[in-house]
């Protein structure tokens, strides 16, 4: 019955704000925005569909080269040429091995990246372990995002004055921090709707870390953001219910992704890990309860590093 009336409160609060009604009002009161990004380099991660697809078509249209990642080579091929802008390289996030291939490709063709949207995400109803034995949302949702990230700053390949956005999720409201729950690798255990709240939290949780280690030291920005409630694919095969029911006023992928370029393009200052939803920062929790947690930014960031058997 708890559980029951929190969700009713939930919806209650969100559901205007989060879907295409929230984003139709506050847009009203924003400055035009005609980014210019000629010149800059962007990675995308899960580029060929929903709010990735949409954000490698905003870059674009601000003049930026744009890497798009994701698994089917023919998905991505449908984004089409991008004027000779748009790089596309498939990379399944689910995999170490995998992501560090991708890391070397770009690290052995030059690359200088400006923006990485940190933005392939999924919530897996049912258990799925990888081939590498780790339960394939913990790898794409954070694991791999960790990985790459690490790889590019380790390496000076993030351009100073760069960005690197990280799409998390309103559905982390639901979790605190949790590093013992983040892999669960016993099919028993697992529910797909709570892990994908925890990893969603640790993306906020390892933006403040990255921030506080790399912000001033190397010039970098890091924003952690949500984008609302936008009509996907991954919404339509994780939350058939919802999709139904919300369908008709659920975002499109651009005005999920719009906050990820006006981040870009404007680099507000904020604290470490402010969390981001239409151009705004929004609250971090809004159940006390998620304040509760004896882990901590950088206990996250040594797990997944232990976990990457990273030096
Ligand atoms: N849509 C929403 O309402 C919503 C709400 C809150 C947060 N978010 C977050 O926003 C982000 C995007 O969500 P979305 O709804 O646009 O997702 P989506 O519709 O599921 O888009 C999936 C994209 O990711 C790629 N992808 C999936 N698994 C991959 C993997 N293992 N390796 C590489 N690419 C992979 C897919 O291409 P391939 O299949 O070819 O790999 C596709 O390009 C996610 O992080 C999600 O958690 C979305």
């Given at each position: 019955?708890?559980?029951?009336?929190?969700?009713?409160?939930?919806?209650?609060?969100?559901?205007?704000?989060?879907?295409?009604?929230?984003?139709?009002?506050?847009?009203?009161?924003?400055?035009?925005?005609?980014?210019?990004?000629?010149?800059?380099?962007?990675?995308?991660?899960?580029?060929?569909?929903?709010?990735?697809?949409?954000?490698?078509?905003?870059?674009?249209?601000?003049?930026?080269?744009?890497?798009?990642?994701?698994?089917?080579?023919?998905?991505?091929?449908?984004?089409?040429?991008?004027?000779?802008?748009?790089?596309?390289?498939?990379?399944?996030?689910?995999?170490?091995?995998?992501?560090?291939?991708?890391?070397?490709?770009?690290?052995?063709?030059?690359?200088?990246?400006?923006?990485?949207?940190?933005?392939?995400?999924?919530?897996?109803n049912?258990f799925?372990?990888?081939?590498?034995?780790?339960?394939?949302?913990?790898?794409?949702?954070?694991?791999?995002?960790?990985?790459?990230?690490?790889?590019?700053?380790?390496?000076?390949?993030?351009?100073?004055?760069?960005?690197?956005?990280?799409?998390?999720?309103?559905?982390?409201?639901?979790?605190?921090?949790?590093?013992?729950?983040?892999?669960v690798?016993?099919?028993?255990k697992y529910r797909g709707v709570f892990a994908y709240a925890?990893?969603?939290?640790?993306?906020?949780?390892?933006?403040?870390?990255?921030?506080?280690?790399?912000?001033?030291?190397?010039?970098?920005?890091?924003?952690?953001?949500?984008?609302?409630?936008?009509?996907?694919?991954?919404?339509?095969?994780?939350?058939?219910?919802?999709?139904?029911?919300?369908?008709?006023?659920?975002?499109?992928?651009?005005?999920?992704?719009?906050?990820?370029?006006?981040?870009?393009?404007?680099?507000?200052?904020?604290?470490?890990?402010?969390?981001?939803?239409?151009?705004?920062?929004?609250?971090?929790?809004?159940?006390?309860?998620?304040?509760?947690?004896?882990?901590?930014?950088?206990?996250?960031?040594?797990?997944?590093?232990?976990?990457?058997?990273?030096?």
């Amino acid at each position: 019955m708890a559980m029951l009336w929190k969700i009713i409160k939930f919806y209650a609060r969100y559901t205007l704000s989060f879907t295409a009604v929230g984003y139709w009002w506050r847009s009203l009161f924003w400055p035009p925005l005609k980014p210019d990004f000629t010149g800059q380099t962007w990675i995308v991660t899960g580029a060929s569909g929903g709010i990735g697809r949409a954000i490698t078509q905003m870059a674009l249209t601000g003049g930026a080269t744009v890497i798009a990642a994701a698994r089917s080579p023919a998905k991505l091929a449908e984004l089409g040429d991008g004027g000779g802008r748009l790089i596309p390289m498939p990379a399944d996030f689910s995999s170490q091995a995998d992501t560090d291939r991708f890391f070397e490709k770009l690290r052995d063709d030059g690359r200088k990246i400006d923006v990485l949207v940190n933005n392939v995400g999924i919530l897996n109803n049912n258990f799925a372990l990888t081939p590498e034995g780790r339960e394939e949302s913990f790898a794409t949702n954070i694991l791999t995002q960790y990985l790459l990230t690490e790889r590019l700053i380790e390496a000076g390949m993030l351009n100073r004055e760069g960005v690197v956005v990280n799409m998390s999720s309103g559905g982390m409201y639901n979790a605190p921090l949790m590093v013992g729950a983040m892999n669960v690798t016993k099919a028993d255990k697992y529910r797909g709707v709570f892990a994908y709240a925890v990893h969603k939290r640790g993306q906020v949780e390892l933006t403040k870390y990255w921030q506080t280690l790399y912000g001033a030291a190397r010039g970098l920005h890091f924003y952690v953001m949500h984008p609302g409630w936008a009509k996907t694919a991954g919404v339509a095969r994780s939350l058939p219910r919802f999709y139904k029911i919300l369908n008709l006023v659920l975002r499109d992928g651009k005005q999920g992704g719009e906050t990820a370029i006006w981040l870009a393009a404007t680099k507000p200052v904020c604290e470490p890990g402010a969390f981001w939803f239409d151009r705004a920062v929004r609250a971090e929790h809004v159940f006390p309860a998620t304040r509760n947690t004896k882990d901590t930014p950088a206990g996250l960031a040594e797990y997944l590093r232990r976990e990457l058997k990273l030096s």
